[in-house]
């Protein structure tokens, strides 16, 4: 087969909890994801990552609980479908104590922040990791979760992208905007710690935030940390065209897939940016062993173990459409609701050659998810990669755990030598912060919206 064009990017994709995507793999008895409350599980993934050379761990998360299967909560609780769940946040730290390079996205659900406290936690995070965080940009779509806040439900889908807009620039504003590059003297002779004529106060009135005053925290190395989006509605690829560095999309083919990158970097390019501004990553889930035949009796022992219970609690909560209501041939239209109208597109705008009824859902989640694994030898696993780069334009990958560790322990020790090999995987990190790594500079460019936000001092790199 022929080449990708261009070196794979690696992200793993994980979640602070038992069950991320592949439902039911905790009651294998090597599985370790119970063990999830426990630093030592998560400073082991992150070495494994790096000796790896994963550019990034995408860390997941969700508010709120799964409660619109069968009416409640309960499937998702006994399934352990992602819940218990914890704070995505509280790990960066711990895992970039023990490594250099490893960059971190955090998912963190902007409609229930107040962009002024936010904006220091992440930048706080990404002193302590010398720039090697990220932030993945969602505006939520559980009911249960505006309940839990106090709210009677959840904003409707395309108004809380509105919401999203603006509190994108009140963070430009705090990131870029407050404090010159120069402002932070440490001056112990003249006992000036910071020029005051250097920070400047951020003024927003407008619809949704009112934010009067000096952001908290002096520059960090990246300033706005490099931004994740994972939207494919036609209402969030515009807002990642706006405003993404880094895209995750789902397809149910290459061909589909394409046009979803490709849509995404038309709307990049309206937005003043370049195509290649965004980069593109799949999910994808791995079964690999030293031989085919190893790799299927593996995926074998894995299915034993699979919850298409709990699957289905996820994907009836992501889509706001209670599938044990439907008959096992009914077929699956989309509606247009307030939950995650890219997932439901998903399977039925964007899979004209396929019905898809709760029947075919069950069968599909042969390891509790809807993703077809990429089950195979070495060899067999990057000639997959490698199809995916070039036929659908993708940068790279987020590799999902099934057994954890062994799943990426597997993937380290066996796919990435033959990916190196090819010439398409790194054999080394670059320097610098996370965005340097992947675009070439550390801080947004010029051309990013962000960048109208900056006062005085010397343009970002190109």
């Not at 209670?322 to 247009?336: C, G, L």
């Not at 039925?348 to 089950?375: C, F, H, Y």
Request: charge should be negative; charged fraction near 25%.
């Amino acid at each position: 087969m022929s080449q990708a064009r261009k070196q794979i990017r690696l992200n793993a994709f994980d979640m602070n909890c038992v069950g991320h995507i592949s439902h039911g793999m905790w009651t294998h008895p090597r599985d370790r994801s119970a063990d999830y409350t426990d630093i030592a599980y998560w400073q082991h993934l992150a070495r494994t990552l790096e000796r790896g050379l994963f550019d990034g761990l995408f860390i997941a998360d969700i508010i709120g609980l799964y409660d619109v299967y069968k009416g409640g909560p309960e499937t998702a609780l006994i399934t352990g479908a992602q819940t218990p769940l914890n704070d995505p946040i509280l790990l960066a730290p711990i895992m970039a104590a023990v490594t250099e390079h490893l960059g971190f996205g955090i998912t963190v659900n902007l409609t229930y922040e107040q962009p002024y406290l936010f904006a220091r936690r992440f930048s706080t995070l990404d002193h302590l990791t010398k720039g090697r965080i990220g932030w993945n940009i969602v505006t939520g779509y559980l009911d249960s979760a505006a309940r839990g806040l106090g709210q009677d439900k959840l904003q409707n889908h395309d108004g809380r992208y509105d919401v999203a807009d603006e509190f994108m620039e009140v963070v430009y504003k705090l990131w870029e905007g407050s404090w010159e590059d120069d402002a932070v003297l440490r001056d112990r002779e003249r006992r000036i710690f910071t020029n005051p004529s250097k920070v400047h106060r951020i003024s927003h009135r407008g619809p949704h935030y009112q934010v009067d005053g000096i952001h908290l925290s002096e520059p960090s190395p990246q300033r706005t940390p490099l931004l994740y989006q994972a939207g494919s509605s036609d209402r969030g690829r515009r807002f990642a065209g706006e405003h993404a560095e880094c895209v995750f999309v789902n397809g149910p083919s290459r061909a589909i897939t394409r046009s979803v990158v490709e849509d995404i970097r038309r709307k990049a390019v309206a937005a003043g940016r370049r195509p290649d501004d965004v980069k593109a990553f799949v999910g994808v889930t791995v079964i690999v062993a030293p031989t085919e035949a190893e790799a299927q009796d593996l995926f074998a022992e894995y299915r034993e173990h699979a919850s298409a219970e709990g699957g289905l609690a996820h994907f009836s909560a992501s889509v706001g459409l209670d599938f044990a209501a439907y008959d096992p041939d009914e077929p699956i239209s989309f509606v247009k609701n307030d939950a995650n109208n890219s997932a439901l597109e998903a399977i039925t705008k964007r899979s004209p050659d396929k019905v898809w009824t709760v029947r075919a859902l069950r069968e599909q989640m042969k390891l509790g998810s809807r993703n077809q694994p990429i089950v195979g030898s070495p060899s067999q696993v990057a000639d997959q990669l490698a199809a995916w780069v070039e036929e659908a334009d993708v940068d790279g990958f987020n590799l999902t755990r099934t057994v954890t560790p062994e799943s990426v322990e597997a993937f380290v020790d066996l796919v990435v030598p033959e990916l190196q090999n090819r010439g398409l995987y790194k054999t080394a990190y670059e320097e610098g912060p996370l965005r340097q790594k992947l675009f070439g500079a550390p801080r947004l460019p010029d051309r990013h919206r962000a960048a109208q936000f900056r006062r005085s001092w010397p343009a970002a790199a190109e």
